[in-house]
């Protein structure tokens, strides 16, 4: 089983930063895409990020695209989530999920099939 961990969400003032941390027990880790989804409180599950298994490409939603950077240390089987410039609406629970091999869609929560128990982000005003 594939185990994702999440860690570094707490509670930060608007205009902070914060960076997310998702350590993964495969050691197959760096050969899989990854991505960050965020879900808000009585909001569905969002895209926010992914990178690819090199990291030589990034995707971001346009919500956080400007303030948000993933980043991936295949060595370490750890991907991240450096979140700057934090607004009250980024305040969710964000989940890392390991990409799917077999399809080219980045945003949508069906193309990951693994996830890690989310960690919570506070934005306050």
């Known amino acids: 089983q594939v185990q994702l961990v999440e860690s570094g969400g707490g509670l930060v003032q608007a205009g902070g930063s914060l960076r997310l941390s998702c350590a993964a027990s495969?050691?197959?880790?760096?050969?899989?895409?990854m991505g960050w989804f965020r879900q808000a409180s009585g909001k569905e599950r969002e895209f926010a990020a992914a990178?690819?298994?090199?990291?030589?490409?990034?995707y971001y939603a346009d919500s956080v695209k400007g303030r948000f950077t993933i980043s991936r240390d295949n060595a370490k089987n750890t991907v991240y989530l450096e979140m700057n410039s934090l607004k009250p609406e980024d305040t969710a629970v964000y989940y890392c999920?390991?990409?799917?091999?077999?399809?080219?869609?980045?945003?949508?929560?069906?193309?990951?099939?693994?996830w890690g128990q989310g960690t919570q982000v506070t934005v306050s005003s």
């Open positions: 999920a390991r990409h799917r091999w077999d399809t080219r869609v980045w945003s949508g929560a069906g193309a990951y099939d693994y």
């Open positions: 990178i690819t298994w090199t990291g030589g490409s990034t």
């Open positions: 495969g050691r197959t880790f760096g050969t899989y895409a």
